[in-house]
């Protein structure tokens, strides 16, 4: 089995910064670097939505528009783990945020549709307060 452990969410006041962590381990696991990575984000009554995403090598990036500029996403594969910068929060980023991963894919690839990701983590709660 393949788990995927989010961290770094909490309250934080409109205009602040968060960093969240998901840390990818398990039995099964090979190597980090297969992995495309991405985050998405589930509000109360909305349906998960992509926010960003990260090739195998870490050098390509994909953000959704609402994200763009504020939130930067990317990977230390020697620690088995993907990050989200996420500054100059607004009360409409409030959701539980969940990383995912998906084998596969070529290096370069992005990866933005949930569908197309095999694992994912439980999730971590980010609320920002106007």
């Known amino acids: 089995q393949v788990q995927l452990v989010e961290s770094g969410g909490g309250l934080v006041q409109a205009g602040g910064s968060l960093r969240l962590s998901c840390v990818v381990s398990g039995r099964t696991f090979s190597t980090f670097s297969m992995y495309a990575m991405g985050w998405f984000r589930q509000a109360p009554g909305k349906e998960r939505e992509f926010v960003a995403a990260?090739?195998?090598?870490?050098?390509?990036?994909y953000y959704r528009d609402s994200v763009k500029g504020r939130f930067t996403i990317s990977r230390d594969n020697a620690k088995n783990t993907v990050y989200l910068q996420m500054n100059s929060l607004k009360p409409e980023d409030t959701a539980v945020y969940y990383c995912a991963g998906r084998i596969g894919a070529s290096q370069e690839a992005v990866t933005t549709t949930p569908g197309d990701f095999g694992f994912w983590g439980q999730g971590t709660q980010v609320t920002v307060s106007s």
């Open positions: 990260i090739s195998r090598n870490g050098i390509n990036t």
